[in-house]
């Protein structure tokens, strides 16, 4: 699809960047220290067919937490809510997204939603498949039918760097084993997991995800259903209670959009009945979200209206 750009997006895109120098790119996983922490990017699907695009929209960068939303579209398409909510919450817990510590406090030792990395990995263990090469073979599948880019993959590097350092990950995984909430073999789940995260977008891709989520699971250009709308529904929500890790409810606030953040510094963001917004800009702040991407969908928010509280 066509994208034009906009004086008035390039003027907020040029004061956002301002607070790039403010934060920092994600370190804990190796491969993502390379990118330059100036880049900041958005576009945005709006109706139907409209696209808008401004700053370095060529690049691609990897999914990270945004993933968490597609693993639990895919997983509740498997088996329904009872099953997806008597392994996972639906609260969120005020703790940083890699947290341990909720774990051992809850009686059932069943983390309390499915955007902190404790819950996703049971997501993904959740996941449908013979094995690996399956399982992540529907995730991409879902993921081109959403962006209608069949081309896309994972980044490679990226999944092994995180797979070799997840020491943290894999802590919560053995856990939720020896608790029996996961069951699967801890090794493979981490693998898929990293791959999960390494699925490489754009930021046009990350739009029209949110434009389908904003369309209660439709295709906004063919009208398909890609996805249940109570599906599109629950996850939705869960971005609005828990999607900008601990900051959450200042961003419900401040921002009040349905929004998924990842340490990659992407933004995925879906405005009802309007459209969806796709970010990147790898500054994080001190919570792992883009710097210059929260400053964005403020001044988005407050300028055309789109708090939906
Ligand atoms: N792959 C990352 C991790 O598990 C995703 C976290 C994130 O984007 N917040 O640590």
């Excluded at 993502?32 to 109706?47: C, E, F, P, Q, R």
């Excluded at 895919?74 to 008597?86: I, K, N, P, T």
């Excluded at 896309?152 to 943290?168: C, G, P």
């Excluded at 084993?177 to 995260?197: N, T």
Aim: glycine residues 8%; aromatic residues 8%; negative net charge.
């Amino acid at each position: 699809m066509y994208c034009q750009t906009s004086a008035e997006l390039e003027t907020f895109l040029l004061r956002a960047q301002k607070v790039t120098t403010e934060g920092e790119v994600a370190h804990y996983i190796p491969a993502l220290k390379n990118v330059d922490k100036n880049t900041l990017a958005m576009s945005i699907y709006h109706g139907q067919n409209q696209c808008f695009t401004v700053g370095n929209t060529e690049h691609t960068f990897t999914l990270q937490s945004i993933s968490k939303v597609l693993a639990l579209a895919l997983a509740l398409m498997d088996h329904g809510q009872e099953v997806v909510f008597s392994k996972v919450g639906m609260e969120p817990t005020g703790d940083p997204f890699n947290s341990i510590a909720k774990l051992e406090s809850t009686k059932t030792a069943r983390p309390l939603n499915p955007m902190i990395n404790a819950g996703a990995l049971v997501v993904t263990s959740l996941i449908k498949g013979a094995g690996l090469q399956e399982k992540i073979g529907r995730l991409l599948s879902f993921v081109h039918e959403m962006t209608s880019a069949p081309e896309r993959k994972y980044d490679e590097a990226v999944a092994m760097s995180e797979y070799h350092t997840a020491h943290l990950n894999r802590s919560l995984a053995y856990f939720l084993k020896q608790h029996k909430v996961i069951e699967d073999d801890i090794e493979e789940l981490l693998e898929l997991y990293c791959y999960q995260c390494a699925i490489e977008v754009t930021c046009y891709d990350l739009a029209r995800i949110g434009a389908i989520f904003a369309r209660e699971g439709q295709d906004p250009e063919s009208g398909r259903t890609i996805l249940p709308a109570h599906i599109a529904r629950i996850c939705k929500t869960f971005m609005v209670t828990c999607g900008m890790y601990n900051a959450s409810g200042e961003f419900a606030i401040k921002v009040g959009i349905p929004a998924k953040s990842g340490v990659s510094g992407a933004i995925m963001a879906s405005v009802p009945e309007w459209g969806g917004i796709g970010i990147f800009g790898p500054a994080l702040d001190e919570k792992g979200n883009s710097i210059a991407g929260i400053h964005l969908l403020e001044m988005l928010s407050s300028n055309y209206e789109l708090h939906i509280f």
